[in-house]
């Protein structure tokens, strides 16, 4: 909710997430995955807010997403699903805690295999259609 689009790099593939934007009051840098580049070139905008509607669009859009998936969903339920798919992903506890701003033994912790690394691979590949005559460009492997 607030983050806004200069904080995007896209080129870079990284988001920067300032201290007054992030619930632990520090910086960092957060990868963008092939996936998540494409969908925020899908939805890109010059500037402004990434999210520019109210937090109570954002609510009623995760509910539906939610239903029409068939997922039930949690408090901070993308968050916690992000660090168990990523920690099985990169097996680094202390890069997934450098990403999210918390400690390596709480990634370690809380994240540690609840999810399997091929599935860590199709999460990151969930990924918006692209149109039948467009031919995707390879992506560079991720870490």
């Not at 506890?93 to 599935?119: C, H, I, Q, T, W």
């Amino acid at each position: 909710m607030r983050l806004e689009w200069c904080d995007i790099d896209l080129a870079g593939s990284f988001i920067t997430v300032a201290p007054e934007k992030s619930k632990t009051a520090t910086r960092r840098l957060v990868p963008i995955p092939a996936n998540l580049a494409a969908w925020l070139t899908k939805f890109r905008r010059r500037s402004g807010p990434v999210w520019h509607r109210s937090e109570w669009n954002y609510a009623r859009a995760l509910n539906k997403t939610a239903k029409a998936a068939k997922v039930k969903l949690r408090d901070n339920g993308l968050r916690h699903s992000f660090a168990s798919y990523r920690l099985a992903q990169v097996q680094d506890a202390a890069k997934v805690s450098l990403e999210m701003g918390n400690s390596p033994s709480m990634v370690f912790a809380a994240y540690r295999e609840l999810v399997k690394p091929a599935d860590a691979v199709k999460w990151f590949a969930v990924a918006p259609e692209t149109p039948a005559n467009v031919i995707p460009a390879p992506q560079a492997a991720s870490a």
